[in-house]
């Protein structure tokens, strides 16, 4: 598995909107480990997400309105993953 720390706080968006021991983040990195890591356009997309990632987590630190958003949208995004990730 890869670990990851993007800001300052050591957390990612996702750590910083769930918790970084939340559930909602175990799957998604279950997700990144067990399916996106296993295709090359999935290690591609990883690999943007770290890029910008620590952009976006200064954004979700500074705006309640971008926190809420991501959050609704990871909300959405949930059962899918799920469904596409082994427990």
Known sequence: PIDFAVNQQGM???????GAD????ALLK???DRVLMQLPSGR???RLYYRLS???AQV???SQVVTCSLKAF???LMP????TTDS
């Open 12 to 18: 990612c968006p996702a750590e910083m909107i769930y």
């Open 22 to 25: 939340s559930p909602e983040v």
């Open 30 to 32: 279950r997700f990144r």
């Open 44 to 46: 591609d997309l990883v």
């Open 54 to 56: 620590p952009d976006l």
């Open 60 to 62: 979700v630190a500074s």
């Open 74 to 76: 990871l909300d959405q």
């Open 80 to 83: 899918l993953v799920a469904l």
